[in-house]
Structures are given as structure tokens and as C-alpha cells.
């Protein structure tokens, strides 16, 4: 036990002075891994290879439409400030009006992606990890959101992509040293938080939102939720918008727990692809067919998925 724990002080050291590096000398080892990468993602075996065909088979598999739902408690316009004045409140009501009608006609993925996107009051936490959890009563259920990245050092833990583990409870899982080191910072808040109001309202369904960035913390809370109850809870939903891949383990699989779920991808969102040895259990396409000019404009494809159709996966 004890030389374990010195390999991992002496790895936490190697890692520090690599995040101390200069930018360029930094981004000539992503660039180095990042050739690794792909070299071994061009090896896969035949393992992989029929995991591969599983997940192409249930990713053709079509849901029955379901009803739109209006999400009525998530606040998408800032709080009224005590301090404001009746014309400021007046504007903002009208604002929020304005929104209820502009997504009165989108459909349930649709204003789902658009409220993560407008909401305004995320907590923040730890390393700039930006979460909320709603209660909604009209449709049951209790909901926890991660937004996108939304700082510098978001951006930095995007790029340190190679794997690293990150305990979440009584287990020790696989994903990124940015992921890991996101999640890890928030000290298990936000789950400890979420499981109050899942045994609070044990009736409700327990739905995970998250966009970009925060798919991979919707992910992981789905996985530390799992470990958590001993395997014994089910995920009524988790979907993901502009999906990025976290697992390295390439046959570990949600599915046994989450009764839905839908990781959105759209060809001209690069960002999508990101870590490609890593994998992800529905790749559910979305959007327009890739395209060269198209695929420069990365920012906006990754910003617009409620723009897109979902009509193969509602």
C-alpha cells in the first residue's frame, strides 16, 4: 500500500510539471499523443470491432414519438434583483414570455438542448464545474444539468485527454485527467445534492442533461449514481448534446441502467469527436451531412442542436 500511494504522489508530481510547461512545449505532447491515439485507434480488435456492430444496430433503433413537455420550472432568464426597478422587471417578464412562445412549437429535444443553453443561475463549483438540479411536478421528475465549457480552464482539461482515474465511491473508473480532475474537484456536491431530491420525491423519474463539456459530468454522475446504489437504481433518462466521448474502458455500457439514452452528435461538430479511442453507448447523428466549408464553422454546429431534427430519435 505504501508504494502505491508513492507511484501516485510521484505521478500527481509528473503531471503538475507538465501542466507548468510552456504552451508550446505543452502542445507538442498533445500533439504527439494525439498521433498515438489514432495509431491505436486504427487497432482495434475483433472485440471491438462486434461491440461496434452492436452499437450500429441499436443506434438505428427508432422510438415511438413522445408528447413535447414545457419545463415550466427551469428559469432561463436571471432572478428578479430586489433592487431593480418595475420597468427592469416589466422587461424581463416580457422576456420570458417572449421564450415561452419561441419554443412553444420546438420539440421535446429541441427546448430541452435550448433551456440548457439559456439557463442562467448554474451553481459553480470547484474547478468550473457549472451544474443545476430541478425539481419539475408537472411531468415528475427530478433533473440535474451540466453546461457546456464556458472558461479557459474548461478548455485546458478538454485537451488533457489521456487517461486517468477518478474514484467515485467504494470504485475507480477511467476517463480523462481533465474529466477526472473536473469531477473530482467538486467533492461529490452535486451527486450527494441530487440523491436528497431523488429520495425526497422516490416516485419521480430521475433525468441527466448535459451539453458538450458537461455530457461527460452527466455521464460520470450517471455512473457514479449506479455505484452508488450498488447497481440497484434506474436512470430514466441521460442525454447528451454535442456528446464527447470519456469511457477507457471500451466495453463498459450505461444500458443496463438507463432506461433512455440518446448522445447527440452532428457531423460538423468536431468537438464531437474528440478522444477517439475513447467510446460512447448510442451515437445518435443528427444535423446536416458533413461538408468541408461546413465543418470549419465547428462553433456554430455546436451551438445550434436545437435546430436540428429529431424526428429518428424522440
Not at 503531471?15 to 487497432?43: G, P
Not at 412549437?105 to 430541478?134: A, P
Not at 470504485?171 to 467538486?186: D, L, P
Request: overall charge neutral; aromatic content about 14%; glycine content about 4%.
Amino acid at each position: 500500500m505504501l508504494c502505491q500511494g508513492v507511484k501516485y504522489i510521484k505521478g500527481e508530481m509528473f503531471f503538475n510539471r507538465i501542466l507548468n510547461m510552456k504552451t508550446k512545449h505543452l502542445f507538442q505532447i498533445l500533439l504527439f499523443s494525439n498521433l498515438i491515439i489514432f495509431s491505436f485507434a486504427s487497432c482495434g480488435t475483433t472485440r471491438a470491432l462486434v461491440q461496434a456492430s452492436e452499437d450500429t444496430s441499436e443506434e438505428n433503433e427508432i422510438k415511438a414519438p413522445t408528447v413535447a413537455k414545457q419545463y415550466t420550472n427551469i428559469n432561463i432568464v436571471p432572478a428578479p434583483d430586489p433592487d431593480e426597478s418595475e420597468k427592469e422587471k416589466k422587461e424581463k417578464r416580457k422576456k420570458a414570455e417572449e421564450i415561452k412562445e419561441y419554443t412553444m412549437n420546438m420539440t421535446e429535444e429541441q427546448r430541452k438542448f435550448y433551456y440548457i443553453k439559456r439557463t442562467s443561475d448554474y451553481e459553480v463549483i470547484g474547478k468550473d464545474l457549472d451544474y443545476k438540479i430541478m425539481v419539475n411536478h408537472d411531468s415528475k421528475e427530478v433533473i440535474i444539468q451540466f453546461e457546456e465549457s464556458d472558461s479557459d480552464e474548461d478548455w485546458k482539461n478538454n485537451w488533457l485527454f489521456f487517461p486517468w482515474p477518478v474514484k467515485l465511491d467504494n470504485k475507480t473508473v477511467w476517463t480523462t485527467y481533465g474529466y477526472a480532475q473536473i469531477y473530482k474537484s467538486a467533492n461529490n456536491i452535486p451527486i450527494n445534492q441530487f440523491c436528497e431530491q431523488i429520495e425526497k420525491y422516490p416516485d419521480y423519474k430521475i433525468v441527466i442533461w448535459g451539453w458538450s463539456l458537461g455530457s461527460a459530468m452527466a455521464k460520470i454522475i450517471a455512473r457514479h449514481l449506479i455505484i452508488r446504489s450498488g447497481g440497484k437504481i434506474q436512470i430514466d433518462e441521460l442525454t447528451t448534446y454535442g456528446d464527447v466521448k470519456c469511457w477507457y474502458n471500451p466495453f463498459f455500457t450505461l444500458k443496463k441502467n438507463v432506461v433512455r439514452i440518446r448522445e447527440y452528435v452532428t457531423w460538423n461538430d468536431a468537438i464531437t469527436g474528440c478522444v477517439p479511442i475513447c467510446r460512447r453507448d448510442y451515437t445518435c447523428r443528427v444535423g446536416e451531412k458533413w461538408g468541408i466549408k461546413k465543418s470549419r464553422d465547428v462553433e456554430f454546429y455546436h451551438t445550434h442542436y436545437d435546430e436540428y431534427d429529431y424526428s429518428k430519435w424522440e
